[in-house]
């Protein structure tokens, strides 16, 4: 895609995470108010365990998917694909559902309301057999943020009508669970409309799950550990402490959700163009998401940093304002999440990187991990967000070590002059080649 028409898609696809916003405006006051702390607190924990459960099923099969669709020919080498891709999962599913129903046994605050845990596990594989990364990859970019908006109006017509009370918790996930199975039957009818039915077969199914071990072992680093931070605070603090925490970090969610879109944007074209030859253009729109992903992670900041406490207490009530503190440390980590996500999926992922990534996640996955359970049972909620802010910067440092390695540095605007005058200052070889590409 040229320029205008890279633009016009981002635009779309973020005036349909628009929506997703509006969403969440609504119903997060509305769980703050009517739910409570404590239960609110239940319910974002629960949340917590269904996005671990989303992962481990994807097992980062999400990735090499759209990368692998991305470069298809033909409408039965996407339907090879689709059809694998599907049989991982559900292979996967079962391990995920095993694990979901253990997590929520052994937590304190979801053993006592089981139904929650159970619903946010099953809630985590129907998320993880969605089809976006199929349109994605097939440069269909409209078609799932279409779906995206039809599952967010049906499951809020049904929070809004059925949760009246602390005792409705359940219905939280029941309604989440109901708009995601309606909105999986209308992306698989329409996947089997455009390229036949997928045909489950296992032969394959390891191959696959060994290739895209090295993103999961990122994703289990960074992703993984991190998304289940509220979950783990269960184990180690208070239920205040964790509806403290679980209400800042949703907010912080939110804002770097929003760096999602481009990438269902740039990450295929990058690869796209990368596979047809075209190395400096897939230099420049790298570039070009660079920009728009750092320049945001800066007013990010800014705005978390200002107006936490006041917006907290505002939307969700008093009761929440020690959260507003939680957010502004949440803060500091913007910037770090910004970088991390451009390298990643900007730069390893279309390059086939996929082993440095691997490394990377785990040791940075690691040391969030004891940081966590040095400060989370000491300071409640304020520990966990700074061993996440500790892990992410963790990561970045990593990342950009492993980028000025393997000369990849030139990709990040500006990087590659202020690199060249270090190493004229500093007496070391300029740096003759550009960015190293397979």
């Not at 959700?257 to 740039?266: D, E, K």
């Not at 990450?267 to 253009?281: F, M, N, S, V, Y």
Request: hydrophobic share 55%; aromatic share 10%.
């Amino acid at each position: 895609m040229d320029r205008r028409a890279s633009a016009n898609v981002i635009a779309f696809v973020y005036g349909g995470y628009l929506m997703r916003y509006v969403y969440l405006v609504i119903v997060v006051p509305f769980y703050g108010r009517v739910l409570g702390v404590a239960e609110y607190g239940r319910v974002l924990a629960s949340m917590s365990l269904m996005n671990v459960i989303w992962m481990l099923v994807t097992f980062g099969l999400t990735f090499v998917g759209m990368r692998e669709v991305s470069k298809a020919q033909s409408v039965d080498e996407c339907n090879a694909i689709y059809s694998l891709q599907v049989s991982a999962r559900l292979v996967l599913a079962l391990i995920g559902a095993g694990i979901g129903v253990v997590a929520t046994l052994s937590s304190p605050v979801l053993s006592e309301r089981p139904l929650i845990g159970l619903l946010a596990t099953l809630l985590g594989i129907v998320s993880a057999l969605n089809l976006g990364w199929l349109f994605q990859g097939r440069h269909y970019f409209r078609t799932p943020i279409m779906i995206e908006v039809f599952g967010f109006a049906l499951s809020l017509v049904l929070v809004l009508t059925l949760v009246k009370g602390p005792e409705d918790a359940v219905w939280v996930l029941a309604s989440l669970l109901i708009a995601g199975i309606a909105s999986s039957i209308i992306s698989y009818g329409l996947t089997t409309w455009q390229i036949g039915l997928p045909r489950l077969t296992f032969s394959g199914v390891v191959p696959l799950v060994r290739s895209s071990a090295m993103l999961f072992c990122y994703s289990s680093g960074s992703v993984v550990l991190t998304a289940s931070s509220t979950y783990l605070l269960t184990l180690l603090s208070t239920p205040a402490q964790v509806g403290y925490f679980g209400a800042a970090e949703r907010f912080a969610t939110i804002g770097i959700s929003l760096m999602g879109p481009a990438g269902q944007v740039f990450i295929p074209t990058i690869t796209r163009q990368l596979a047809q030859g075209d190395k400096e253009g897939a230099h420049v729109t790298t570039r070009r998401g660079a920009v728009l992903l750092l320049g945001y992670s800066v007013l990010l900041l800014c705005g978390a940093l200002t107006l936490s406490p006041f917006l907290l207490p505002l939307i969700l009530g008093a009761a929440f304002e020690p959260s507003a503190h939680v957010l502004q440390v949440f803060a500091w980590m913007f910037p770090f999440v910004a970088f991390n996500e451009f390298v990643a999926f900007y730069v390893f992922v279309p390059r086939r990187r996929d082993r440095m990534l691997a490394i990377a996640g785990v040791v940075s996955g690691l040391v969030n991990l004891a940081i966590a359970l040095v400060l989370a049972p000491r300071f409640g909620a304020m520990g966990m967000a700074c061993a996440r802010v500790i892990g992410e910067a963790t990561l970045s440092a990593t990342l950009l070590g492993v980028m000025i390695r393997h000369e990849l540095v030139s990709l990040l605007p500006g990087a590659g002059r202020a690199l060249e005058r270090v190493r004229v200052v500093c007496g070391l070889r300029a740096q003759t080649g550009g960015a190293k590409d397979d």
